[in-house]
């Protein structure tokens, strides 16, 4: 029997159980542990895809949970602990004589025999397989046909961020340049970009889109998520629903607005303020650090004008800790009375809400939960706020 489960593919480790930094920009309370723990218990997150599993410290921690019976690794792939699946994945950097630019890319494996394989052929490509996303010494089209030969999945990861990735630096590409089509699994759209803004570029019709946190703290998890309809979280039905299989497909996309990213405006890093697209020295400083928009630099590559192909709904949510007013306190109580955070965000009526937390909050909840809410645009890479009160 199919049902829908939220999942959140693409998850950093801060340190690993040696304390040792994996992803260096990230919080040294994102272990492999705590990150299953808040999924399972605070988050409400069924299938998760952490990307820094390449690590052989990180497999360790997987080795311990397994042998502990804490976790146990799945026939149809991926590692079950409480209420949540790990897939186990791989973040890495691509910059060969197609490029033209770094660009990452996201690589997962059924088991853990497979990605200790990838780790060992990583070894003689890369300088440094114990940390995040570091540069591949070798084609795009390589990497593909060895994480294909492993079984595995991949994705090119938020492909519209100003740095590192497939679309957003200001030079022209095709996905057919860098990779092989066909073995590419699915895309991942990245927090300024949502599916309408993908579609208005063709070579992108044929692919499920992600939505994921790319969470650098355990209180990011679930900040961009997907429901996903399967049998159960496990390596192969997340295959079957990026390629839309035996029933199984992504039903709903749960995305932050575009306007909330980092990168939805053109603005001077400088000074933050706005400039026109294609600017070179900011009017107001003369800086040249000059950071597109991405709406401004989706307009530059539009490739299609007709009807777009058949999509999940986009749905514009953010996490509760972005809503003003919703300090940790509130947020722990909400916990405390219904569980996870994706029942609060989902299924709690407002009549529920109004016994635990003030009127206010109450229908900020609601209202984030409907999309209605006003937005002071991001930029320059400095994120969105949303504003107190409901939209107009």
């Known amino acids: 029997m199919l049902s829908e489960f939220f999942a959140d593919m693409h998850i950093h480790i801060g340190k690993d159980i040696y304390g040792r930094a994996v992803k ?20 409400g997150i069924e299938l998760i895809g952490v990307i820094d599993c390449q690590s052989p410290a990180v497999q360790k921690e997987i080795s311990q949970l397994l042998e502990n019976g ?8 991926g590692i079950k602990f409480e209420n949540v699946t790990l897939i186990l994945g791989s973040e890495i950097e691509i910059y060969d004589e ?21 780790s060992e052929w990583l070894a003689t490509k890369m300088k440094n397989f114990n940390l995040s996303s570091q540069r591949f010494y070798g084609t795009g089209k390589e990497l593909q046909k060895k994480t294909k030969e492993l079984s595995g999945l991949f994705i090119p990861a938020h492909i519209f961020t100003p740095f590192k990735s497939m679309y957003g630096k200001g030079v022209d590409r095709t996905l057919t340049e860098v990779f092989e089509p066909e073995l590419i699994d699915g895309v991942e759209l990245g927090l300024s970009s949502d599916t309408d803004m993908a579609d208005q570029i063709e070579e992108l019709h044929k692919y499920s889109f992600l939505t994921n946190s790319d969470s650098h703290s355990l209180q990011k998890i679930g900040r961009e998520y997907q429901l996903i309809c399967m049998e159960a ?12 299989t035996e029933g199984r497909k992504i039903t709903a996309n749960y995305g932050m607005n575009p306007k909330l990213g980092k990168y939805h405006a053109t603005v001077c890093q400088s000074c933050m ?7 070179l020295e900011c009017p107001n400083c ?16 539009k490739t299609f004008g007709g009807v777009p192909p058949e ?5 514009y949510q953010v996490p509760l800790d972005y809503l003003p007013g919703l300090g940790p306190k509130t947020f722990a109580k909400l916990l405390d009375h219904f569980g996870t955070e994706m029942n609060v965000i989902h299924h709690v009526p407002f009549e529920r809400l109004l016994e635990v937390v003030p009127e206010q909050i109450a229908r900020l909840i609601v209202a984030m939960r409907n999309g209605e809410y006003d937005i002071e645009a991001g930029g320059g890479g400095k994120y969105g706020r949303i504003k107190q009160g409901k939209k107009d």
Request: glycine share 4%.
């Open 286 to 301: 003369s800086s040249k650090k000059i950071v597109n928009g991405v709406p401004d630099r989706i307009a530059q590559l």
């Open 233 to 244: 979280p496990s390596f192969l039905e997340f295959k079957k629903a990026l390629h839309q």
């Open 98 to 118: 197609h490029c033209k630019g770094p660009i990452h890319v996201l690589c997962y494996f059924p088991h853990l025999s497979a990605i200790q394989s990838f």
């Open 70 to 77: 804490n976790a146990k690794e799945l026939a149809e792939g």
């Open 273 to 279: 303020e706005l400039v026109a697209f294609g600017t």
């Open 311 to 315: 999509r999940p709904p986009y749905h």
């Open 24 to 43: 260096i920009t990230a919080s040294k309370q994102l272990t492999l542990t705590n990150i299953l723990m808040e999924a399972s218990r605070r988050k």
